[in-house]
């Protein structure tokens, strides 16, 4: 499947749209930059929880009281509401793909659960792990395998985008290829790779590989390269098959992220002004 719509937003190759990353920790504060992504020009908004939940003393713990889940989907529930037509995208980012949360993949399940069963996500992102070889393996913590979440996330009605982070390299084609296909294979919605561009030539093979996977029907797909050399590709990757680009509201999630009115700018140049 190459193109997915959600809520009015349809993804597919071509401009991509534009997702803004909410990183404060406390709830009200959340809120607060959620009203201020809102009135942004973005298409989409990214609530990315692992920043909350790092900040909740004895995370442990609370994950057993009823109430933090109460007050969990309290959140999210707001974060809807005040997004209106803007799709919601929920993260957890694991320390392991320099997010900030270390969590088992049973837990983190059972809340991709709970955010699925609420319906208030669009999108759902979840990790391919790095010692992954297959869909099926099961992860050192025990837990369950990818395909096994993602099932109960579709069970739920939610749709899934698989994500794959790598901060010090660029992945050579044949990994992303790897990757891809395990998150094809485990029956991911959307597949995200974002690597990190140490030269020019790194950012050039990302998009020669983003080429390679919509040519033969792969998609949507969410590709990037991280850092100075790979600004250009947040904006290329549309042209080459990619359908969801990063932008910074109130604070930068990854490195080479710009400013969302900067990347609009340069969406405008190099796409042309949307009519």
């Not at 509401?81 to 049973?106: C, H, N, W």
């Not at 709970?114 to 391919?128: C, P, Y």
């Not at 050399?229 to 990854?254: D, L, M, N, P």
Request: proline fraction near 3%; glycine fraction near 8%; charged fraction near 25%.
């Amino acid at each position: 499947m190459e193109i997915l719509k959600i809520k009015n937003t349809v993804l597919q190759a071509g401009r991509p749209k534009v997702a803004v990353s909410l990183m404060s920790q406390q709830p009200q504060e959340i809120i607060a930059e959620c009203e201020r992504a809102a009135l942004l020009p973005c298409d989409l908004i990214e609530w990315r929880a692992d920043s909350y939940l790092s900040g909740i003393a004895d995370l442990e713990e609370v994950l057993q009281e009823k109430d933090f889940y109460l007050d969990f989907l309290k959140i999210l529930d707001d974060l809807e509401y005040i997004a209106a037509d803007k799709p919601l995208i929920f993260t957890m980012r694991s320390v392991q793909q320099e997010g900030m949360l270390q969590l088992s993949q049973m837990q983190k399940a059972e809340i991709y659960q709970l955010v699925a069963r609420s319906g208030l996500a669009g999108l759902i992102d979840v990790e391919l792990p790095a010692s992954a070889q297959t869909a099926d393996d099961i992860c050192e913590d025990g837990g369950i395998s990818l395909r096994e979440q993602i099932d109960e996330i579709h069970a739920f009605g939610g749709k899934v985008i698989c994500s794959y982070h790598e901060f010090d390299r660029m992945l050579a084609p044949e990994e992303i290829l790897g990757r891809i296909h395990i998150m094809q294979d485990a029956g991911a919605d959307v597949f995200k790779i974002a690597a990190m561009a140490v030269t020019k030539e790194d950012a050039e093979s990302l998009l020669k590989t983003t080429a390679f996977l919509h040519q033969h029907g792969i998609g949507p797909l969410v590709m990037m390269a991280m850092g100075e050399w790979g600004k250009t590709t947040r904006v290329a990757a549309g042209r080459y098959g990619s359908c969801i680009t990063f932008a910074a509201g109130q604070e930068a999630s990854a490195p080479g992220q710009v400013d969302v009115f900067t990347m609009l700018k340069w969406l405008n140049d190099y796409y042309g002004e949307e009519s």
